[in-house]
C-alpha cells in the first residue's frame, strides 16, 4: 500500500490567527497562557485539517510562533550571551533573539535573519561558539506529538537535522579566528539521542528528520559527520525519514544510501530528473522512498497523470508499493492555508490552483489511485483532474504576440547604460547636488492603522476614489515634510498608496492575478500575500509617475521614484510552470523599462530598482548559476537602461552571501547599491574591498526588522567601521531596508540619529 504524507502545514492560521495573537502579546494586550490557547488552537486546526483529507502522515513539531530554527536554537540552549541574565522569560527572550528588545531597560538587537535557501521565508540565524552550552530546555518534537495525540490525531514528528542546524548557524563574536560550527557535533549529538529516544518511548514510530543542507554542494564534504550522527542516533529513534528539499542530490545520494535510515525523502517538484539515480542508489537497501509530487512551493493544481506516472516508476523499480510513500515536496508553510477562503477569483481561475489543504487531499487522491483504491470518490477526483489540467493546458496556449516578439527582439545594446559609472557619477554629482555621505532611505514609510483603513474603506466602497486620493496626498505632504525636516537628503514619497511592494505593481500589470486571503509567512509576524503571475505580461500605462511626480512637486530636493525589479516580482509571486523564468523575467523588466523612461520624463532624477530576491533565486547547485545569472541580471540591466546619464540609478539588496557572485553584481552596473548590513559584523562590506567595488554603495546603518531604535553613537560607530573599509566618495548612508513594517514614533528617532550620524561623518573625514 501506497502511504501519503505532508511534510509540513502552514503554522499561521487560516485567518492569520497567530500573527494578530503574537503582536497582541507583544503590545501587552494578552499573556503567554492566552497565546499559548491560540497557538492551541490553530495546530489542532491544521492536524484535523490533514487528517480530514485522507493524508496518513501527519506532520507535528513544526509549528511556530516566530520561527523554526529559532525555536531549535531556544530548545537546545543555542542562546547567546547579550540575551542571557536579562530577567526575562523564556518566551521574552525567544522573542528578543527573533526581533529585539527595547523595554524596561532591556536595549538589545536582534539575530540576524537569512533567507531560508531559494525561499522568500526567513530563518534567525543560530550563533555558536566553542563556548556553547547545550542542553535540552524543552522537548517540542514530544509535547506536540502528545498534543496531537490527545485530539485522536496520530502525527510524525518534525526534527531540523543536526548536521543542517549546525551548518546553517554562524560563529559567534567571541569564536576564535577558524571556528566552524559542525565542530561542535559532538557536542551537540547526546541531545538528540535524548530528544529522540524521548519521543520513541512516547510511542512516535517515525520521526521526519529534515537535513535540507543535503542539497547544497557542500553537503558532499560532509560524509563523515553524516554517517557520525545518524549511526549514533538511528539506534535510539523512531524510524529516520531523511528529509531532503528544494533540489536535487546528485552524488550525495551515494553515502546517504549507506546510512542506517529507515526512509528518505526528496523533491520532485524542483528536481524530477533525480528520480532514476535515487532509485538505483538505495534499490538494494530497504530504505523507504517518499517521493515530493505535489508543489510545497507554488499554487498550481498538481498534474495527477504526470504524478502517477512518475510514482509507478518508482514502484517498478524498488519492486514494492510498501517502499513508496507519496508526499508534499517539501513543507506547505510557503504556499496559502485553504483555497476555499477565495471569494473573488473566477471559477476558472480557481480551479487552476490547490493551496495547502488542498495540497494535502492531492497527495491522498494520488496515494490512493496507486494502491487500486476502487473508491468512486478516487476516480471522480482523478477525472475532475484531468478535466482542470487540460482546460489549463488550453489557457497556456494563449500568448500575447506583441510582448513576445518585443522579447524576441532584445538586442545587446539596450542592457548598457550610454556611458561608464566613472562619466555617469560626474553627470549625476551636479543635477543633483547632494552633500558628501548623502542620507536617504530604502523607500516605504510607515503603513498606519489610518493608512490601512482607508485603502480597506475604498475597497468597500465606503469612500470614493477621489477622497482616497486626497487623503494619500496628505500622507505623501507629511512623509516629505518630516525628511525636510529632519534634514535627508534624498527623498521618497513614503509609499502609502502600496499595499506591497509586489502585489501593487501586479495590479497594475496584465498577466496576473490575486488572493484575498492567500497569505504566506515570510518571517515572525511579517506575512505577505503573493501575486500569481498566469499569462504574459505588460504594462498598460504608467504605474507610479503619478505619485512621485506628485511628491516632487512639494520641495525642491531630489525625489527617488520607487520600483519592484523584475526578478524580485517574478522570485515574490507564484510564477507560471508552463514557461521559463527567463521569460518571465524579461517580460517584467520590459514592462519596467518603459516606467523607469516615463518617470525620467516626468522629472525624477533618481530611480530605485529593488532586487533584494536576486541572490534569493540563485540555484541551490553551482552547476545551475551561470544560466540563471545571465538572465537575472540581463532582466534588471534591461529594465534600468533605457534613461540618460543624467538619471541615477539605485537598487536595494537584502542580506546575502554575495562573495560567490560578486561579479553579477557588479555587472548591475546600478549607480548606487543599498544593502542590508547592520547584522552581518561588517564581513560583507569586506567582499566589496576585496573585489574593489567601484560604484556608490549605502550599507544599512540600523536593523529595520525590530523595533529597537540605535542610539547616536550605534550609527557613528558603524559608519566608523564602514569608513575602515569602503572609500568615503562611494558611501550612501541609509536603514538596513524599507520602513513600512516599523512605527512612526521609532522611525522619527532612528531617522534623527541616522542624520546626525551622517554630520558627524562630514566633519570628521571631510
Not at 577558524?178 to 520513541?200: E, H, M, N, V, W
Not at 560532509?222 to 528544494?246: D, G
Not at 540555484?619 to 545551475?624: E, G
Request: with cysteine.
Amino acid at each position: 500500500m501506497v502511504l501519503s504524507s505532508v511534510l509540513g502545514f502552514p503554522r499561521i492560521g487560516a485567518n492569520r490567527e497567530v500573527k494578530k495573537a503574537v503582536e497582541a502579546y507583544w503590545a501587552g494586550k494578552i499573556t503567554a497562557d492566552d497565546l499559548t490557547k491560540a497557538a492551541a488552537e490553530v495546530k489542532k486546526a491544521s492536524w484535523t485539517s490533514v487528517k480530514a483529507q485522507g493524508v496518513d502522515v501527519v506532520p507535528s513539531g513544526e509549528f511556530s510562533l516566530y520561527d523554526h530554527v529559532l525555536d531549535h536554537s531556544a530548545a537546545f540552549n543555542v542562546i547567546p550571551k547579550r540575551y542571557q541574565g536579562l530577567g526575562l522569560s523564556p518566551l521574552d527572550v525567544y522573542f528578543a533573539m527573533g526581533r529585539g528588545r527595547q523595554a524596561d531597560g532591556v536595549d538589545v538587537p536582534a539575530s540576524e535573519m537569512k533567507k531560508w535557501f531559494d525561499s522568500n521565508y526567513h530563518f534567525v540565524v543560530p550563533e555558536f561558539s566553542e563556548e556553547t552550552d547545550f542542553k535540552l530546555n524543552f522537548n517540542k518534537a514530544v509535547e506536540e506529538y502528545k498534543e496531537a495525540q490527545a485530539l485522536g490525531v496520530t502525527t510524525r514528528p518534525v526534527v531540523l537535522g543536526p548536521v543542517s542546524f549546525l551548518v546553517l548557524g554562524k560563529a559567534a563574536k567571541e569564536a576564535k579566528p577558524g571556528f566552524q560550527p559542525i565542530s561542535l557535533l559532538p557536542k551537540i549529538l547526546p541531545l538528540y539521542k535524548t530528544l529522540l529516544a524521548d519521543l520513541k518511548a512516547a510511542g512516535a514510530e517515525w520521526v521526519q528528520i529534515d537535513e535540507p543542507i543535503l542539497v547544497l554542494d557542500t553537503a558532499a564534504a560532509l560524509e563523515k559527520e553524516f554517517t557520525t550522527a545518524y549511526t549514533e542516533l538511528a539506534p535510539v529513534a523512531p524510524k529516520i525519514l531523511l528529509t531532503t528539499y528544494f533540489a536535487r542530490l546528485d552524488t550525495n545520494v551515494n553515502f546517504i544510501a549507506k546510512l542506517p535510515i529507515a526512509g528518505l525523502h526528496i523533491d520532485l517538484d524542483r528536481a524530477p530528473g533525480q528520480l532514476d539515480e535515487v532509485v538505483n542508489a538505495i534499490k538494494s537497501t530497504s530504505i523507504i522512498l517518499s517521493l515530493g509530487l505535489v508543489s510545497g512551493r507554488n499554487i498550481w493544481k498538481a498534474d495527477f497523470s504526470a504524478a502517477i506516472k512518475l510514482a509507478q516508476q518508482a514502484i517498478d523499480a524498488l519492486g514494492s508499493p510498501d517502499r513508496v510513500i507519496v508526499a508534499t515536496s517539501s513543507s506547505l508553510l510557503h504556499t496559502p492555508v485553504t483555497l476555499a477562503s477565495e471569494k473573488k477569483l473566477t471559477e476558472e481561475q480557481k480551479d487552476w490552483f490547490s493551496f495547502a489543504t488542498e495540497k494535502a487531499s492531492e497527495v491522498a487522491t494520488i496515494a490512493s489511485v496507486l494502491s487500486g483504491s476502487q473508491d468512486p470518490a478516487v476516480a471522480a477526483a482523478l477525472e475532475a483532474n484531468k478535466v482542470s489540467i487540460a482546460k489549463r493546458r488550453a489557457f497556456e496556449k494563449n500568448s500575447d504576440d506583441t510582448v513576445r516578439k518585443r522579447v524576441a527582439a532584445i538586442t545587446p545594446e539596450q542592457l548598457e547604460r550610454a556611458s561608464p559609472f566613472s562619466t555617469r557619477k560626474e553627470i549625476q554629482a551636479k543635477a543633483l547636488n547632494l552633500p558628501k555621505f548623502p542620507t536617504t532611505t530604502i523607500g516605504s514609510f510607515p503603513q498606519t492603522k489610518e493608512i490601512r483603513q482607508a485603502r480597506a474603506k475604498l475597497g468597500k466602497g465606503e469612500i470614493t476614489e477621489a477622497q482616497y486620493e486626497e487623503f494619500i496626498k496628505k500622507e505623501v505632504e507629511t512623509v516629505v515634510r518630516f525628511q525636510e525636516k529632519i534634514g535627508l537628503d534624498l527623498l521618497v514619497h513614503g509609499e502609502p498608496e502600496r499595499n506591497d511592494m509586489v502585489q501593487y505593481f501586479g495590479e497594475q500589470l496584465n498577466g496576473f492575478v490575486f488572493t484575498q486571503n492567500g497569505w504566506v509567512q515570510s518571517y515572525g509576524s511579517r506575512y505577505v500575500r503573493p501575486p500569481i503571475i498566469v499569462s504574459d505580461v505588460s504594462r498598460p500605462g504608467p504605474m507610479t509617475v503619478k505619485w512621485s511626480s506628485y511628491a516632487q512637486s512639494l520641495t525642491k530636493l531630489p525625489m527617488k521614484g520607487m520600483l519592484t525589479g523584475p526578478v524580485t516580482i517574478l522570485n515574490w509571486s507564484f510564477p507560471r510552470a508552463d514557461v521559463s523564468r527567463e521569460l518571465q523575467s524579461k517580460q517584467l523588466a520590459l514592462a519596467l523599462r518603459d516606467e523607469v523612461v516615463d518617470l525620467e520624463k516626468a522629472g525624477i532624477s533618481a530611480i530605485q530598482v529593488d532586487e533584494p530576491a536576486i541572490r534569493e533565486g540563485l540555484p541551490l547547485r553551482r552547476a545551475d548559476w551561470d544560466a540563471y545569472l545571465k538572465w537575472a541580471v540581463d532582466s534588471f540591466k534591461l529594465s534600468t537602461a533605457g534613461v540618460t546619464d543624467k538619471l541615477q540609478t539605485h537598487s536595494h539588496f537584502c542580506y546575502s552571501d554575495f562573495d560567490d557572485i560578486f561579479p553579477s553584481i557588479q555587472r548591475l552596473d546600478a549607480d548606487v547599491i543599498s544593502i542590508e548590513a547592520s547584522k552581518s559584523d561588517m564581513k560583507l562590506l569586506n567582499t566589496f574591498k576585496h573585489y574593489g567595488y567601484s560604484n556608490q554603495i549605502g550599507p544599512g546603518v540600523y536593523d529595520i526588522h525590530s523595533p529597537r531604535v540605535p542610539g547616536d553613537q550605534e550609527i557613528k560607530d558603524r559608519l566608523k567601521s564602514m569608513l575602515d573599509i569602503l572609500p568615503d566618495s562611494l558611501l550612501f548612508v541609509n536603514p538596513d531596508c524599507g520602513l513600512k513594517t516599523r512605527g512612526w514614533k521609532e522611525t522619527e528617532a532612528s531617522l534623527i540619529n541616522l542624520v546626525e550620524g551622517a554630520k558627524w561623518a562630514r566633519q570628521n573625514y571631510a
